[in-house]
């Protein structure tokens, strides 16, 4: 079975300008959680959807959004971007409540 | 609210060496805790989980970590470390009856040498 499957790998971007990450679930998981993983830190939690409704969102700006579509892929937004939204962004899925979470390879975005 | 603490940033340790790594969590309810594993550039695996019951937890390629509940821990071990053990290892702790919201530590990079 194929695993938590992310695209683009990996993205530049120019500061100002906005990206679209996306992100499979494993076939039969609901819930899909995104992770902003900076160099030299561990993940950040930016978002939680389940049954496509938002369940938690982390400590972060306006500018960052999400959402997830009826097969349950999600895509995470980010508006104005900037230098320090350079990062790994990862992507995890999971089966109903449990809390095993299963983590995609992530994207690497660079904003220059 | 939850939080995570690694206490060593680094750890080196000879190959086929035993190894301890350290984590520490503060919250006010009970908890679920994790250990994951990344390698250079991939994403997280995990390692291990405590949700209830036994406290020693065992977990893939040989590791196992136990929870105190009074001195807030949850150390990972390993008796004989390999080379392919190198790699970056993170605690996480979430909240029983909440979202799926998980809060990782900072890190602790194992360097197994030869």
């Known amino acids: 079975d194929a695993g938590v499957t992310q695209s683009p790998t990996h993205l530049i971007k120019t500061r100002g300008q906005h990206v679209t990450l996306r992100c499979s679930p494993i076939?039969?998981?609901?819930?899909v959680s995104w992770y902003q993983q900076v160099l030299g830190q561990g993940p950040q939690f930016i978002f939680q959807y389940y049954e496509k409704e938002e369940r938690g969102r982390g400590n972060f700006p306006d500018r960052f959004s999400a959402r997830q579509f009826p097969n349950y892929s999600s895509e995470l937004n980010v508006n104005a971007l900037l230098l320090g939204d350079s990062a790994l962004y990862l992507c995890?899925?999971?089966?109903?409540?449990?809390?095993?979470?299963?983590f995609g390879p992530g994207t690497r975005l660079t904003v220059t | 609210a939850q939080s995570v603490t690694q206490l060593d940033s680094q750890v080196p340790v000879f190959e086929e060496a035993p190894v301890e790594l350290r984590c520490n969590y503060s919250s006010s309810v009970s908890v679920y805790l994790f250990w994951y594993v990344q390698y250079p550039n991939q994403g997280l695996q995990l390692l291990l989980k405590?949700?209830?019951?036994?406290?020693l937890v065992k977990g893939i390629n040989g590791f196992e970590a136990e929870f105190n509940k009074s001195q807030t821990s949850f150390h990972l071990r390993k008796p004989s470390v390999h080379i392919s053990d190198t790699a970056e290892y993170f605690c996480a702790v979430g909240l029983s009856g909440g979202y799926q919201k998980v809060t990782f530590g900072t890190g602790t990079k194992l360097q197994v040498i030869p």
């Open positions: 405590y949700l209830s019951g036994s406290t």
């Open positions: 076939s039969g998981h609901k819930s």
């Open positions: 995890a899925s999971g089966a109903g409540t449990s809390y095993e979470q299963y």
